[in-house]
């Protein structure tokens, strides 16, 4: 620790690192909600209002996960950013906390991209955005530091945040600026034709309502209790029927009723759920984790 400054182990600095970290996912969950609103889906994003329906469940658990990651990550940084100021420059200089904490963030999301190997995209994304979360709680756990406690005042101007952010994506949406997305409005005509889903897997559907799928993978098989398998080992072919519901008032309620000996999906109530656009729409089955589930896609 440089010498003269006051130590960042402290009640008042914990507690304003947890508080930011809370602020900052409640903020990122609630703008999260706006931009799923015109994100292509198969089925109706919550919106914003998600946020509000998980406060409750970040209260009673995000808070004590908030001081754990106040304790583990967030004063661990200032500490890191505070020796190497005062090593490098002989004094406690702010942006040495975004410094530290780009390169900490860095560390975590080349390791989990090392491991997991995901698309681009999403690491980019959780790099910039775990990167400004750590280096906001740290600033704030840095300024309590200094200055003594700031609990309330984060609190209260996260408070605010949220106000503006819902405010700001409301005047979006209302003024036409951002749109948000609805399947497109198709018929039994536009739905026959071959559809695949890029990995060898092809299904049929002939204009007299038969059906025939080729080599489409099982996922609820793939997923299934037991040694993870090979990717697309879990294929399935047959021959059955198919028809198109129009639902009764909105395009979300269309689907693709398919049924398919040998082949477990299509049937059932929700049957293929219609997404893309006019010009490429796009049939999807839901399966894994009911409560997060993955999409099988099939396009043409």
Same mark, same amino acid.
């Given at each position: 620790?440089?010498?003269g400054? &006051? @130590?960042v182990?402290?009640?008042?600095?914990?507690?304003?690192?947890a508080g930011a970290?809370? *602020?900052g996912v409640?903020?990122?969950?609630?703008?999260?909600?706006f931009?799923?609103l015109?994100? #292509?889906?198969?089925?109706?994003?919550d919106? &914003?209002? /998600?946020?509000?329906?998980?406060?409750?469940?970040?209260?009673c658990?995000? *808070?004590p996960?908030? =001081?754990l /990651?106040?304790?583990?990550g967030?004063?661990?940084? %200032?500490?890191?950013?505070?020796?190497?100021?005062g090593?490098?420059?002989?004094?406690?200089v702010?942006?040495?906390?975004?410094? %530290?904490?780009?390169?900490l963030v860095?560390?975590?999301?080349a390791?989990?991209?090392?491991?997991r190997? &995901?698309?681009?995209? &999403?690491? *980019?994304?959780?790099?910039?955005?775990?990167?400004?979360l750590?280096?906001?709680?740290?600033l704030?756990?840095?300024?309590?530091?200094?200055?003594g +406690?700031?609990l309330?005042?984060i609190?209260?101007? $996260?408070?605010?945040s949220?106000?503006? *952010?819902f405010g700001?994506g409301?005047?979006l949406?209302a003024?036409? =600026?951002?749109?948000e997305y609805r399947p497109?409005?198709?018929?039994?005509?536009?739905?026959? +034709?071959?559809?695949?889903?890029g990995? +060898?897997g092809?299904l049929?559907?002939?204009a007299d309502?038969?059906a025939?799928?080729?080599?489409?993978?099982?996922?609820?098989a793939?997923?299934?209790?037991?040694p993870?398998?090979?990717p697309?080992?879990?294929?399935?072919?047959?021959e059955?029927?198919w028809?198109?519901?129009p639902?009764?008032?909105?395009?979300? #309620? #269309?689907?693709?009723q398919?049924f398919?000996?040998g082949?477990?999906?299509? +049937?059932?109530i @929700? $049957?293929l759920?219609?997404?893309?656009?006019?010009?490429?729409?796009e049939?999807?089955? @839901?399966?894994?984790?009911?409560?997060?589930?993955?999409?099988?896609? =099939?396009?043409?």
């Amino acid at each position: 620790m440089t010498a003269g400054l &006051p @130590e960042v182990w402290t009640g008042p600095s914990i507690l304003a690192g947890a508080g930011a970290l809370f *602020v900052g996912v409640v903020l990122g969950v609630e703008a999260n909600g706006f931009v799923e609103l015109a994100d #292509q889906a198969p089925v109706p994003s919550d919106g &914003p209002g /998600a946020a509000l329906l998980l406060l409750p469940f970040l209260t009673c658990f995000g *808070v004590p996960f908030a =001081l754990l /990651a106040s304790l583990l990550g967030v004063l661990p940084t %200032v500490s890191t950013a505070r020796w190497a100021s005062g090593r490098l420059t002989g004094r406690d200089v702010w942006w040495w906390v975004p410094a %530290v904490a780009v390169v900490l963030v860095g560390a975590g999301v080349a390791a989990f991209g090392i491991t997991r190997r &995901p698309e681009p995209g &999403p690491l *980019v994304l959780g790099w910039l955005s775990g990167t400004a979360l750590l280096t906001g709680a740290a600033l704030l756990a840095r300024d309590a530091a200094l200055h003594g +406690g700031r609990l309330r005042r984060i609190l209260g101007y $996260g408070a605010l945040s949220t106000v503006a *952010v819902f405010g700001i994506g409301a005047a979006l949406y209302a003024t036409g =600026l951002v749109t948000e997305y609805r399947p497109p409005k198709v018929d039994a005509a536009e739905l026959a +034709g071959t559809w695949t889903d890029g990995r +060898g897997g092809t299904l049929t559907l002939a204009a007299d309502g038969t059906a025939r799928a080729e080599a489409l993978t099982d996922h609820d098989a793939d997923t299934g209790v037991g040694p993870v398998p090979e990717p697309g080992k879990h294929r399935c072919t047959g021959e059955g029927t198919w028809s198109y519901d129009p639902g009764d008032s909105t395009t979300w #309620q #269309q689907s693709v009723q398919l049924f398919i000996k040998g082949c477990p999906f299509g +049937g059932g109530i @929700e $049957g293929l759920r219609i997404s893309g656009t006019a010009e490429r729409p796009e049939l999807n089955w @839901e399966y894994g984790d009911i409560d997060s589930p993955d999409w099988y896609t =099939l396009t043409r």
